[in-house]
C-alpha cells in the first residue's frame, strides 16, 4: 500500500508581511502532479493545515481546491488538526466528508477508531489523533496518571486497543524528543511538549506533522515529512519534500521523498552594498525571497529601498559589521541575565508575529506569570 504523507501546509501564513498564498496554491498544484505520477492508494496530512485557528477566506479556498481535486482523482485522505488549528473548524462535517473517502479527526474525547483499508497483504489500520495536549487527554481518562504530553500521548495510544498483528500506521502532530527543529515552529518553553518515541513506536507506520524539517524522529518507521515551503531563513538550506510510504507485509516498510521546487526560494545574500547591487541586477532569480546581509561599516541611506529595485521580495535586512558584532556580544553577555519574564514572552510574540503585544495580552500573560512564580 503506497501513502503520500505530507503535513505543516499553515495555508494563509504570513511571513515578514509577506503572503504566501500564491506560493501555497503552487505547491499544491505540484503535490497533485505527485499524486498523478505516484498514484497513492490515500494521502496523508498530519496538521496544522491553515497557519491560524480562524483562516481568511481565501486560505480555506484555496485548501479546499485541494481537497476537492483529490477527491476527483479517487482518492482516499487521512487529515488530522494540529496545533495551529482549530479542531472543531477542521471536524466540522467529517461524518458526511467520509462519504467522499475523506477522512477526518474528530474533537479528541478519548475515542479513536480506525479506518481500515486493504490490499494484498490484508487490513491496514489507520487512527487519526490529533494534536493533544496532556488537559484533553485527562479530561477523558479521569483516572490515568497525565504528567506531560509524553503521557498523554501513550494513554491515548493505549486506549486504541491497537491488533499488532495486522499493520496499524498512526497519524499524529506532536514534537517527539530529539527531533531537529526548524526555526519556523511554535516552541514550547523548556521542551515541555516532548514526547518520548516510545509512546508511538509499535505503530508499523507514523505520519508526524508539527516539525518542518523532513527527518525520523527516534525510529525509522516514525516520521516527519516537514513543511511543504520554508517559513523561516533558518531553513534556507533545507530541500522541501513530500514522503511516499509504501507497506508491504507486515514489518516491512519502506520510505522515500520527492522534492519539491517552489515558486520562490528563500535565500541570504551576504556582501557589500556595492556588491549585492551588482549580483542582483544579473540575479535570475531576483524574485526569491531574500535576506540581505550588508558588511558595509557605516549604515547605507534608505538601503532596504534601495536594494528592493532588484530584489523586490526582500524580507529581512541586517548588517555584519564590526559595530553590531561587538553590540551583539553585549546583548548575549548581558540581556539575558536582566530580563524579566514578560520581556522575554513579548521578544517571543514580537518575533513570531510581527508586532507588539495588545495591552489585554501584556496583563493575560503577567497574570499567568504571577500564578507560576507568585
Known amino acids: 500500500m503506497k501513502l503520500l504523507h505530507l503535513a505543516d501546509l499553515h495555508i494563509g501564513k504570513i511571513v515578514n508581511r509577506f503572503s504566501m498564498l500564491e506560493d501555497q496554491k503552487y505547491i499544491l498544484e505540484q503535490v497533485l502532479r505527485i499524486v498523478d505520477e505516484e498514484q497513492p492508494e490515500a494521502v496523508v496530512i498530519a496538521g496544522d493545515i491553515y497557519d491560524r485557528t480562524s483562516p481568511p477566506a481565501d486560505a480555506v479556498a484555496v485548501f479546499d481546491d485541494f481537497l476537492v481535486e483529490l477527491t476527483r482523482r479517487g482518492q482516499k485522505v487521512f487529515m488530522i488538526y494540529g496545533n495551529h488549528?482549530?479542531?472543531?473548524?477542521?471536524?466540522?462535517?467529517?461524518?458526511?466528508?467520509?462519504?467522499?473517502?475523506?477522512?477526518?479527526?474528530?474533537?479528541?474525547?478519548?475515542?479513536?477508531?480506525?479506518?481500515?483499508?486493504?490490499?494484498?497483504?490484508?487490513?491496514?489500520?489507520?487512527?487519526?489523533?490529533?494534536?493533544?495536549?496532556?488537559?484533553?487527554?485527562?479530561?477523558?481518562?479521569?483516572?490515568?496518571?497525565?504528567?506531560?504530553?509524553?503521557?498523554?500521548?501513550?494513554?491515548?495510544?493505549?486506549?486504541?486497543?491497537?491488533?499488532?498483528?495486522?499493520?496499524?500506521?498512526?497519524?499524529?502532530?506532536?514534537?517527539?524528543?530529539?527531533?531537529?527543529?526548524?526555526?519556523?515552529?511554535?516552541?514550547?518553553?523548556?521542551?515541555?511538549?516532548?514526547?518520548?518515541?516510545?509512546?508511538?513506536?509499535?505503530?508499523d507506520y507514523v505520519a508526524l506533522g508539527h516539525i518542518h524539517k523532513a527527518q525520523g524522529a527516534g525510529k525509522k518507521h516514525v516520521r516527519y515529512s516537514g513543511s511543504l515551503l520554508k517559513y523561516s531563513f533558518d531553513e534556507a538550506e533545507q530541500t522541501k519534500s513530500v514522503t511516499i510510504v509504501e507497506l508491504k507485509e507486515k514489518g516491512t516498510v519502506d520510505y522515500r521523498n520527492i522534492d519539491l521546487t517552489p515558486l520562490r526560494e528563500m535565500r541570504v545574500i551576504e556582501g557589500s552594498y556595492e556588491t549585492v547591487m551588482q549580483q542582483g541586477h544579473a540575479d535570475s532569480r531576483k524574485e526569491d525571497y531574500v535576506k540581505v546581509i550588508l558588511t558595509d561599516e557605516n549604515d547605507i541611506p534608505d538601503a532596504i529601498r534601495r536594494l528592493r529595485t532588484v530584489y523586490p521580495n526582500i524580507m529581512q535586512l541586517q548588517y555584519n559589521n564590526t559595530r553590531t558584532n561587538s553590540i551583539s556580544q553585549i546583548q548575549r553577555n548581558e540581556r539575558v541575565e536582566v530580563m524579566k519574564p514578560i520581556e522575554i514572552i513579548s521578544d517571543l510574540f514580537k518575533e513570531q508575529n510581527g508586532r507588539e503585544m495588545e495591552p489585554e495580552q501584556v496583563e493575560c500573560s503577567e497574570r499567568i506569570i504571577k500564578d507560576i512564580w507568585g
Request: glycine share 4%; no cysteine.
Open 85 to 203: 488549528d482549530s479542531a472543531e473548524r477542521i471536524a466540522y462535517a467529517s461524518r458526511i466528508l467520509k462519504n467522499s473517502n475523506v477522512f477526518v479527526s474528530k474533537v479528541y474525547d478519548g475515542n479513536v477508531e480506525p479506518v481500515v483499508l486493504k490490499d494484498e497483504f490484508g487490513e491496514v489500520n489507520f487512527y487519526l489523533l490529533p494534536f493533544v495536549k496532556p488537559a484533553h487527554v485527562r479530561h477523558s481518562f479521569e483516572d490515568e496518571k497525565i504528567n506531560d504530553h509524553s503521557d498523554a500521548v501513550r494513554v491515548a495510544v493505549e486506549h486504541m486497543d491497537i491488533d499488532r498483528k495486522k499493520r496499524n500506521v498512526l497519524v499524529a502532530h506532536q514534537f517527539i524528543t530529539n527531533a531537529e527543529l526548524s526555526g519556523s515552529e511554535e516552541r514550547s518553553i523548556g521542551g515541555t511538549e516532548n514526547v518520548d518515541v516510545s509512546a508511538v513506536e509499535d505503530f
